[in-house]
């Protein structure tokens, strides 16, 4: 589901601006980050961050060397093409995440029971001392539907200690229906599908024009954006047409050795005008918070995005079978793409081959995905002028910069912060080589097709199936998706503040945002109880850490400003609309661009939020601690994993461990590294070191969970509450609640590619390296010790 949005204030009136009360900011939305992530592409690496020369560098910037990736959340998902973070996906996750206040922006909760509404099961009263130890069962209608929904994923068949995922999804996994234009589908995709109709229904109202009552603009336009991506007949009748009047702009795609003029081409232009409107081609550009002083932006720059989902992808001796059928599938896409525009096969078949091996030369020198993910590592400061003399009379990078963000003020002493600067210093030498003779054509053929690629989403049905040929070996997907779905995130992905207000209205009420709030607050409570009790941190980075939770302001639901009408026309009024929706979206795309580039005059907000309403939500019930509370733990837990550890409690990039602890820290982690690279998927190995920040938070969250489950208890003297037909404790139920917030059908293509890409295990091992770890999960189904789900070595950090 949806759009990652980024560029959203909260103007929350109770959060003061000077207030410690709020510092890091978390969002909770596994599935929307997965989305961006398949417009990017990052990992490449075989290379293990642990050959870097890590010793070299100030013992005062490192602080934790376990690394991992938690491309967890992006920035700027508008930034077509590539992520804006520049590859450097610590800045995506913990950039945005953390480097502010810390607010739960934005809850995606796939619970089990995703119906089940806020105090769904009523707290009944006692009065008789007896019956206190008697669980009640819930016996409420949403109880009952939840009950059907809790067994209609598991398949009791199987052994819950042998193979806990399976006996809590395994009817999920074997029957649940995956159409044709879907690599997965989980119980989480069902809630975001139900969010979105609900944005969908506000943007086809046609007798809507208000916003909470107040007319909106931004609404209209809106409106008539998501109007002019459903209208498909209107999109065939156009076909090439829109593309052909873009390349009049861009340049031409594909251009043969024998039209190619040299003398009227200028690759800094060409460059310049691609990046301008949010196109970019070998290199990102994005004005950030500064890492390492929050109330200060800087620009971010790096490298940038490829065709393909992963660089590992281009390395055909890695995996030969698959990476060879990739690279057809690019090839043979590209040949479709160029059949539509009229072009012989022949010629495109050629221009395809050139692009996907220069591509691959860029792959090759991609900064590993394992390293980015280390935001201490990453923050490297530059200045424009040292650049410069990188690319030499390459690329003038002073008026280039200029011209696409719209400025006159930067110098040769403007700072740029980068963690792809080995990228940088690599890519000289391919330009260089590419803007000799022909080759120059070749470069020409591959900025242009950025622009393909990306048109091709947003063109007739033709262009779309086209996609399909890479889509097929990528993905396993052989269908277009359904339009409303792609055009209402379309929509949310850049006025996300007009499909978050529609979706408040709409859906989220303050019952479930205080219900919430609740359990935030409950479950942070047990987090900071907890910090005395790891053995391995010292007293000092204890007390820090201490620091660090408190600091932790809850929220939850949704931004204030969103609740305003005229805020939300404001952001919006240089956004023009136009007629047609390739038009749109070129001038969103530059308008976009300005908007980030402005941000260099202003101060971070730290009440900015950076995902849209529209993709809350939390529903809460008694029971649900296994599945919202320890998603709220995992979020929680980011804070404290191998990169949130960086960060002190003001969202700064600072040290504030003890060499002690952080050797200890690394030390635990380790554990977890080995326990998940263990696991396997179709015979490849799950990549510890990638999915490490993940896996942390997973079991931290699950843990923490569990003991605020069990306070909640104690605090309320409440009694355990049962579900109707279900044979389960409830603290069975806790972890029933839990395993099936990761139930997941996927195509075998999209379990395999997410190895090479995604931060997060596959969900099998989300959960069975969780309860591996966990005894309280033993206890509670009385698994032998030996058994796979209860293995006597067990891993433990958080
Ligand atoms: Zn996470």
């Known amino acids: 589901m949806g759009s990652v949005n980024s560029q959203q204030k909260a103007s929350s009136a109770k959060r003061s601006r000077h207030s410690d009360s709020y510092r890091y900011q978390y969002v909770v939305g596994e599935d929307s980050v997965i989305k961006q992530l398949n417009n990017g592409s990052h990992e490449h690496t075989y290379k293990s961050v642990d050959d870097y020369d890590m010793e070299s560098l100030d013992s005062d910037d490192v602080k934790v060397l376990h690394l991992s990736a938690v491309p967890y959340y992006v920035a700027d998902p508008q930034i077509v093409g590539s992520y804006y973070c520049g590859g450097r996906f610590s800045k995506c996750s913990l950039g945005t995440i953390i480097f502010e206040s810390l607010v739960i922006t934005s809850l995606i909760i796939a619970l089990a029971f995703a119906h089940v509404k806020v105090e769904a099961c009523p707290k009944e009263e006692y009065s008789h001392a007896e019956d206190v130890l008697k669980p009640l069962t819930c016996t409420e209608n949403i109880c009952m539907e939840a009950v059907g929904d809790i067994l209609s994923k598991m398949n009791t068949s199987v052994d819950p200690c042998e193979d806990f995922y399976t006996y809590a999804c395994g009817n999920f996994v074997d029957k649940q229906f995956l159409s044709p234009s879907q ?61 052909v009047k873009a390349m009049e702009t861009f340049g031409s795609w594909p251009v043969s050795q024998e039209e190619f003029n040299a003398s009227s081409w200028n690759f800094s232009d060409q460059l310049l005008k691609l990046h301008a409107h949010s196109f970019t081609p070998l290199l990102s550009f994005v004005v950030y918070s500064d890492e390492k002083n929050s109330s200060a932006y800087s620009i971010y720059f790096g490298q940038s995005g490829l065709t393909l989902q992963s660089e590992k992808s281009y390395n055909i001796t890695l995996d030969p079978k698959r990476n060879s059928a990739l690279r057809k599938a690019v090839i043979d896409y590209g040949v479709a793409v160029g059949s539509i525009l009229g072009v012989s096969e022949n010629v495109t078949r050629t221009v395809m081959e050139e692009i996907y091996d220069f591509e691959a030369k860029l792959a090759a020198i991609n900064v590993p995905i394992e390293y980015l993910r280390n935001p201490t590592l990453c923050y490297h400061k530059v200045s424009v002028g040292e650049v410069q003399k990188i690319f030499n009379s390459t690329l003038d990078l002073l008026p280039f910069l200029h011209a696409m963000m719209n400025r006159t003020d930067l110098t040769a002493n403007t700072t740029l912060i980068t963690c792809s600067k080995p990228y940088v210093d690599n890519l000289k030498p391919i330009l260089d080589e590419y803007l000799q003779g022909d080759k120059q054509r070749i470069l020409n053929n591959y900025l242009v097709w950025k622009l393909v690629d990306y048109s091709v989403d947003h063109l007739g049905a033709d262009f779309q199936f ?31 503040r007009v499909t978050g207000a529609l979706f408040v209205e709409g859906r989220f009420g303050t019952d479930e945002r205080n219900a919430v709030l609740k359990m935030l607050s409950q479950v942070k409570d047990t987090l900071t109880d907890n910090f005395p009790g790891y053995k391995w941190m010292d007293k000092k980075t204890t007390e820090a850490a201490i620091e660090k939770a408190k600091a932790v302001l809850l929220q939850a639901g949704f931004p204030d400003y969103i609740t305003d ?16 929706y390739f038009d749109f979206l070129l001038h969103y795309n530059r308008w976009y661009r300005l908007f980030n580039s402005a941000k260099l005059d202003k101060q971070p907000d730290r009440k900015e939020w950076q995902m849209s309403a529209s993709i809350v939500n939390a529903y809460y019930s008694s029971w649900t601690y296994g599945g919202m509370g320890a998603v709220i ?109 990761w139930c997941q059908r996927a195509t075998p293509e999209h379990a395999q590619s997410s190895l090479y890409y995604d931060p997060h295990s596959p969900p099998k091992y989300r959960v069975q390296g969780t309860f591996s770890n966990s005894r309280e999960f033993a206890q509670a189904f009385q698994c032998k010790a030996g058994s796979s789900y209860n293995p006597h070595y067990k891993c433990k950090v958080w």
């Open 466 to 496: 086209s996609k399909l040929i890479l889509k097929e070996v990528s993905q396993g997907v052989n269908n277009l998706g359904e339009r409303w779905k792609d055009c209402t995130d379309a929509v949310g992905g850049k006025m996300d």
């Open 183 to 243: 690599s997965t589908v989980s119980s989480m995709s069902a809630l975001s599908d139900a969010n979105l109709q609900v944005v969908y229904m506000g943007l086809v109202d046609k007798n809507r024009t208000k916003l909470f009552g107040k007319e909106s603009t931004a609404l209209r336009k809106a409106r008539k954006l998501h109007e002019l991506c459903m209208d498909m007949k209107t999109l065939q009748l156009q076909g090439a047409a829109p593309l």
């Open 565 to 580: 009408a005229k805020e939300v026309d404001d952001h919006y009024k240089d956004l023009e609309s136009f007629d047609t």
């Open 633 to 741: 733990g995992h979020e929680l837990i980011h804070g404290f994993d191998d990169q949130g550890s960086q960060y002190d409690l003001h969202g700064n990039l600072n040290n504030w461990w003890t060499n002690d602890s952080v050797k200890a820290f690394r030390e635990a982690s380790q554990c977890i590294v080995n326990q998940y690279s263990n696991y396997k998927m179709g015979g490849t190995p799950v990549n510890g070191q990638l999915t490490l920040g993940e896996n942390l938070a997973d079991n931290g969250g699950l843990s923490i969970a569990y003991k605020a489950y069990l306070q909640s208890v104690e605090d309320n003297n409440i009694k355990p509450m049962m579900l109707p037909g279900l044979d389960f404790t409830d603290r069975q139920l806790f972890f029933l609640s839990f395993a099936q917030v």
